[in-house]
């Protein structure tokens, strides 16, 4: 059972523009909404996250935005650059001891072209 | 810093056997999480080792273990390799336990190929 689905697959945008992936979660007991950054031959690396309690976290030219009646969550990325070009998986977790790991989405692939 | 250290990078084993994966975390790190990479499953969740004791382990079979040491190093073992076991194994380290308002730091990751 697939918890946090993610969309689109791949996306291509071009520099300058907005870059916008979004997850949709199942589980409304998910307390923390991270998104990871993934080049190729690295390991992910947290970009950026957010709690429940806040509908908008913005940090340089990312922002998480949170709607948790609708169990979604969206990456936008302003002014994308060449440099954006990765991977990006939105992920989930609750709090729970025992039961405490972090969910993925299946990842998108954005390509951002000059 | 030294960031996280997989060992060995890349390895091909074939099916039946078995396999051990290292990783070293961050230093001060005493958190080791273990995940699988695949193009199909994308990111899945092993297991996680604090004070080397295992605190939440995820949907796999038995043939996937772990364990940590004393110095926060920590090892997998995948046991009777099937085709599917072909992946990234990927590690990540945090300072403290748990995952959730916790960064995770990954590695590189092992790519296990399975023949």
């Known amino acids: 059972q697939q918890q946090v689905k993610q969309s689109p697959q791949s996306l291509i945008v071009q520099k300058g523009g907005i870059s916008i992936i979004n997850c949709a979660y199942e589980n409304t007991a998910f307390d923390y909404f991270p998104w990871y950054q993934q080049f190729p031959g690295k390991g992910p690396a947290l970009l950026i996250a957010i709690r429940p309690d806040v509908s908008e976290k913005k940090e340089g030219r990312f922002t998480i935005s949170f709607n948790k009646s609708a169990k979604q969550f969206s990456l936008h990325i302003m002014d994308s650059q060449p440099g954006d070009s990765a991977t990006y998986f939105c992920?989930?977790?609750?709090?729970?001891?025992?039961?405490?790991?972090?969910?993925f989405g299946t990842g998108t692939r954005l390509t951002i072209i000059p | 810093k030294a960031g996280v250290t997989q060992t060995p990078r890349y390895l091909i084993k074939t099916r039946g056997q078995q396999v051990t994966l290292s990783c070293s975390p961050i230093?001060?790190?005493?958190?080791v999480s273990w995940y699988q990479q695949t193009p199909g499953q994308g990111l899945q969740f092993l297991f996680e080792?604090?004070?080397?004791?295992?605190?939440n382990k995820g949907n796999f079979p038995g043939r996937f273990s772990g364990r940590q040491f004393s110095n926060s190093r920590s090892e997998m073992n995948v046991s009777t390799l099937e085709l599917g076991d072909s992946a990234l194994y990927l590690c990540?380290?945090?300072?403290?336990?748990?995952?959730?308002?916790?960064?995770?730091?990954f590695g590189p990751g092992t790519r296990l190929t399975v023949l």
């Open positions: 992920a989930a977790s609750l709090s729970r001891f025992g039961n405490e790991k972090l969910t």
């Open positions: 230093s001060g790190h005493r958190s």
């Open positions: 990540a380290s945090s300072p403290w336990a748990g995952v959730t308002y916790n960064e995770q730091f």
């Open positions: 080792y604090f004070s080397e004791t295992q605190r």
